[in-house]
């Protein structure tokens, strides 16, 4: 007859596992919060970075002037050829006169700017792009469309940006890489402290015939509970350091334009990725630190 999973004893017995070892399970708890932290500090850099660099991507965009020879209704006719070209997100037309009053705007009354006719200027486009990183064969496509004589784009400026993000995503992946090992290895050694106090217990019970996973399941029951813990106390500690950086940052003359993403936006996500995280942590320590014990 199949034996019942019991889970109701191995909660019992998890539970019991960390009162009795308080201050090895506090040691534990401590490890996964501070791992958390940093973790989850990291990433949230990146993910504002991300974001940050995302408002300026939407603010670059490139010109295309029209040929000098072309009326403005011949120029206005080239706008859905120049949408058709892949990676185009808008093409805003601007008249020669728009193109005046803008280049206009700002600067000091001068009578010889301001007698200059707009016909000196050319109609043009402002084109946004859906990928910046396709931003230069983008330029490309627009140049060999018939009518259009010169672009102009920042393609130093648009490189920079994707350089910036990619290193800021690289960087925080590989930082992410190395905390989950350490704190793997911290958490796996913390709870195989604790399993060493229980080596004769375990030993007794392998003795009279217990199974691997009748003495393995208290154990992961007590990293689950352990890397929950630690996930939700990591998550309300990093909820009050986010708050209280973003609170600096507005109050800050430096910093005051930089604008970050509300952690209750983030909140689910960062909750369930914490508690994700705690529980492979916790489960997977307590697998690795009770392995060497059951082999009796």
């Known amino acids: 007859m199949a034996k019942r999973f019991n889970f109701d004893y191995y909660i019992r017995e998890g ?13 534990a708890v401590c490890m996964i919060v501070a791992c958390l932290l940093i973790m989850g500090s990291f990433t949230l850099v990146a993910v504002n970075l991300d974001h940050m660099l995302g408002d300026l991507e939407a603010e670059n965009e490139f010109l295309a002037y029209i040929d000098e020879g072309y009326s403005e209704e011949q120029a206005r006719a080239l706008q859905s050829r120049i949408e058709a070209v892949d990676n185009v997100a808008s093409a805003t037309f601007v008249t020669r006169e728009e193109a005046m009053e803008s280049f206009l705007e700002g600067r000091e009354q001068n009578e010889l700017l301001e007698n200059l006719p707009a016909e000196v200027l050319r109609d043009r486009y402002r084109i946004h792009v859906s990928d910046i990183e ?111 950086i973003g609170r600096m940052m507005v109050q800050s003359n ?11 936006s983030m909140a689910g996500t960062v909750l369930g990725v914490f508690c994700l995280t705690g529980l492979a942590i916790g489960v997977l320590g307590s697998l690795v630190a009770i392995r060497k014990f059951l082999q009796v």
């Not at 539970?15 to 040691?27: D, E, L, R």
């Not at 290193?167 to 060493?196: D, E, H, Q, R, Y």
């Not at 430096?254 to 209750?264: A, E, K, M, N, W």
């Open 134 to 244: 396709q931003m230069s064969e983008t330029v490309s496509k627009v140049e060999e469309v018939a009518g259009v004589g010169k672009v102009s784009a920042a393609l130093e400026i648009a490189q920079g940006f994707v350089m910036v993000r990619n290193i800021a995503t690289g960087i925080a992946l590989v930082l992410i890489g190395i905390l989950v090992v350490i704190s793997l290895f911290i958490i796996s050694n913390t709870i195989k402290l604790a399993t060493f106090y229980r080596r004769e217990e375990i030993a007794i019970m392998k003795m009279c015939g217990a199974t691997n996973a009748f003495v393995r399941w208290p154990f992961v029951v007590e990293g689950m509970i352990l890397g929950l813990s630690g996930a939700l106390l990591a998550f309300f500690f990093q909820w009050g350091i986010y708050e209280g």
């Open 15 to 27: 539970v019991q596992s960390i009162v009795t070892h308080g201050f090895m399970s506090f040691a």
């Open 254 to 264: 430096g910093l005051g334009l930089v604008t970050i993403i509300s952690y209750q």
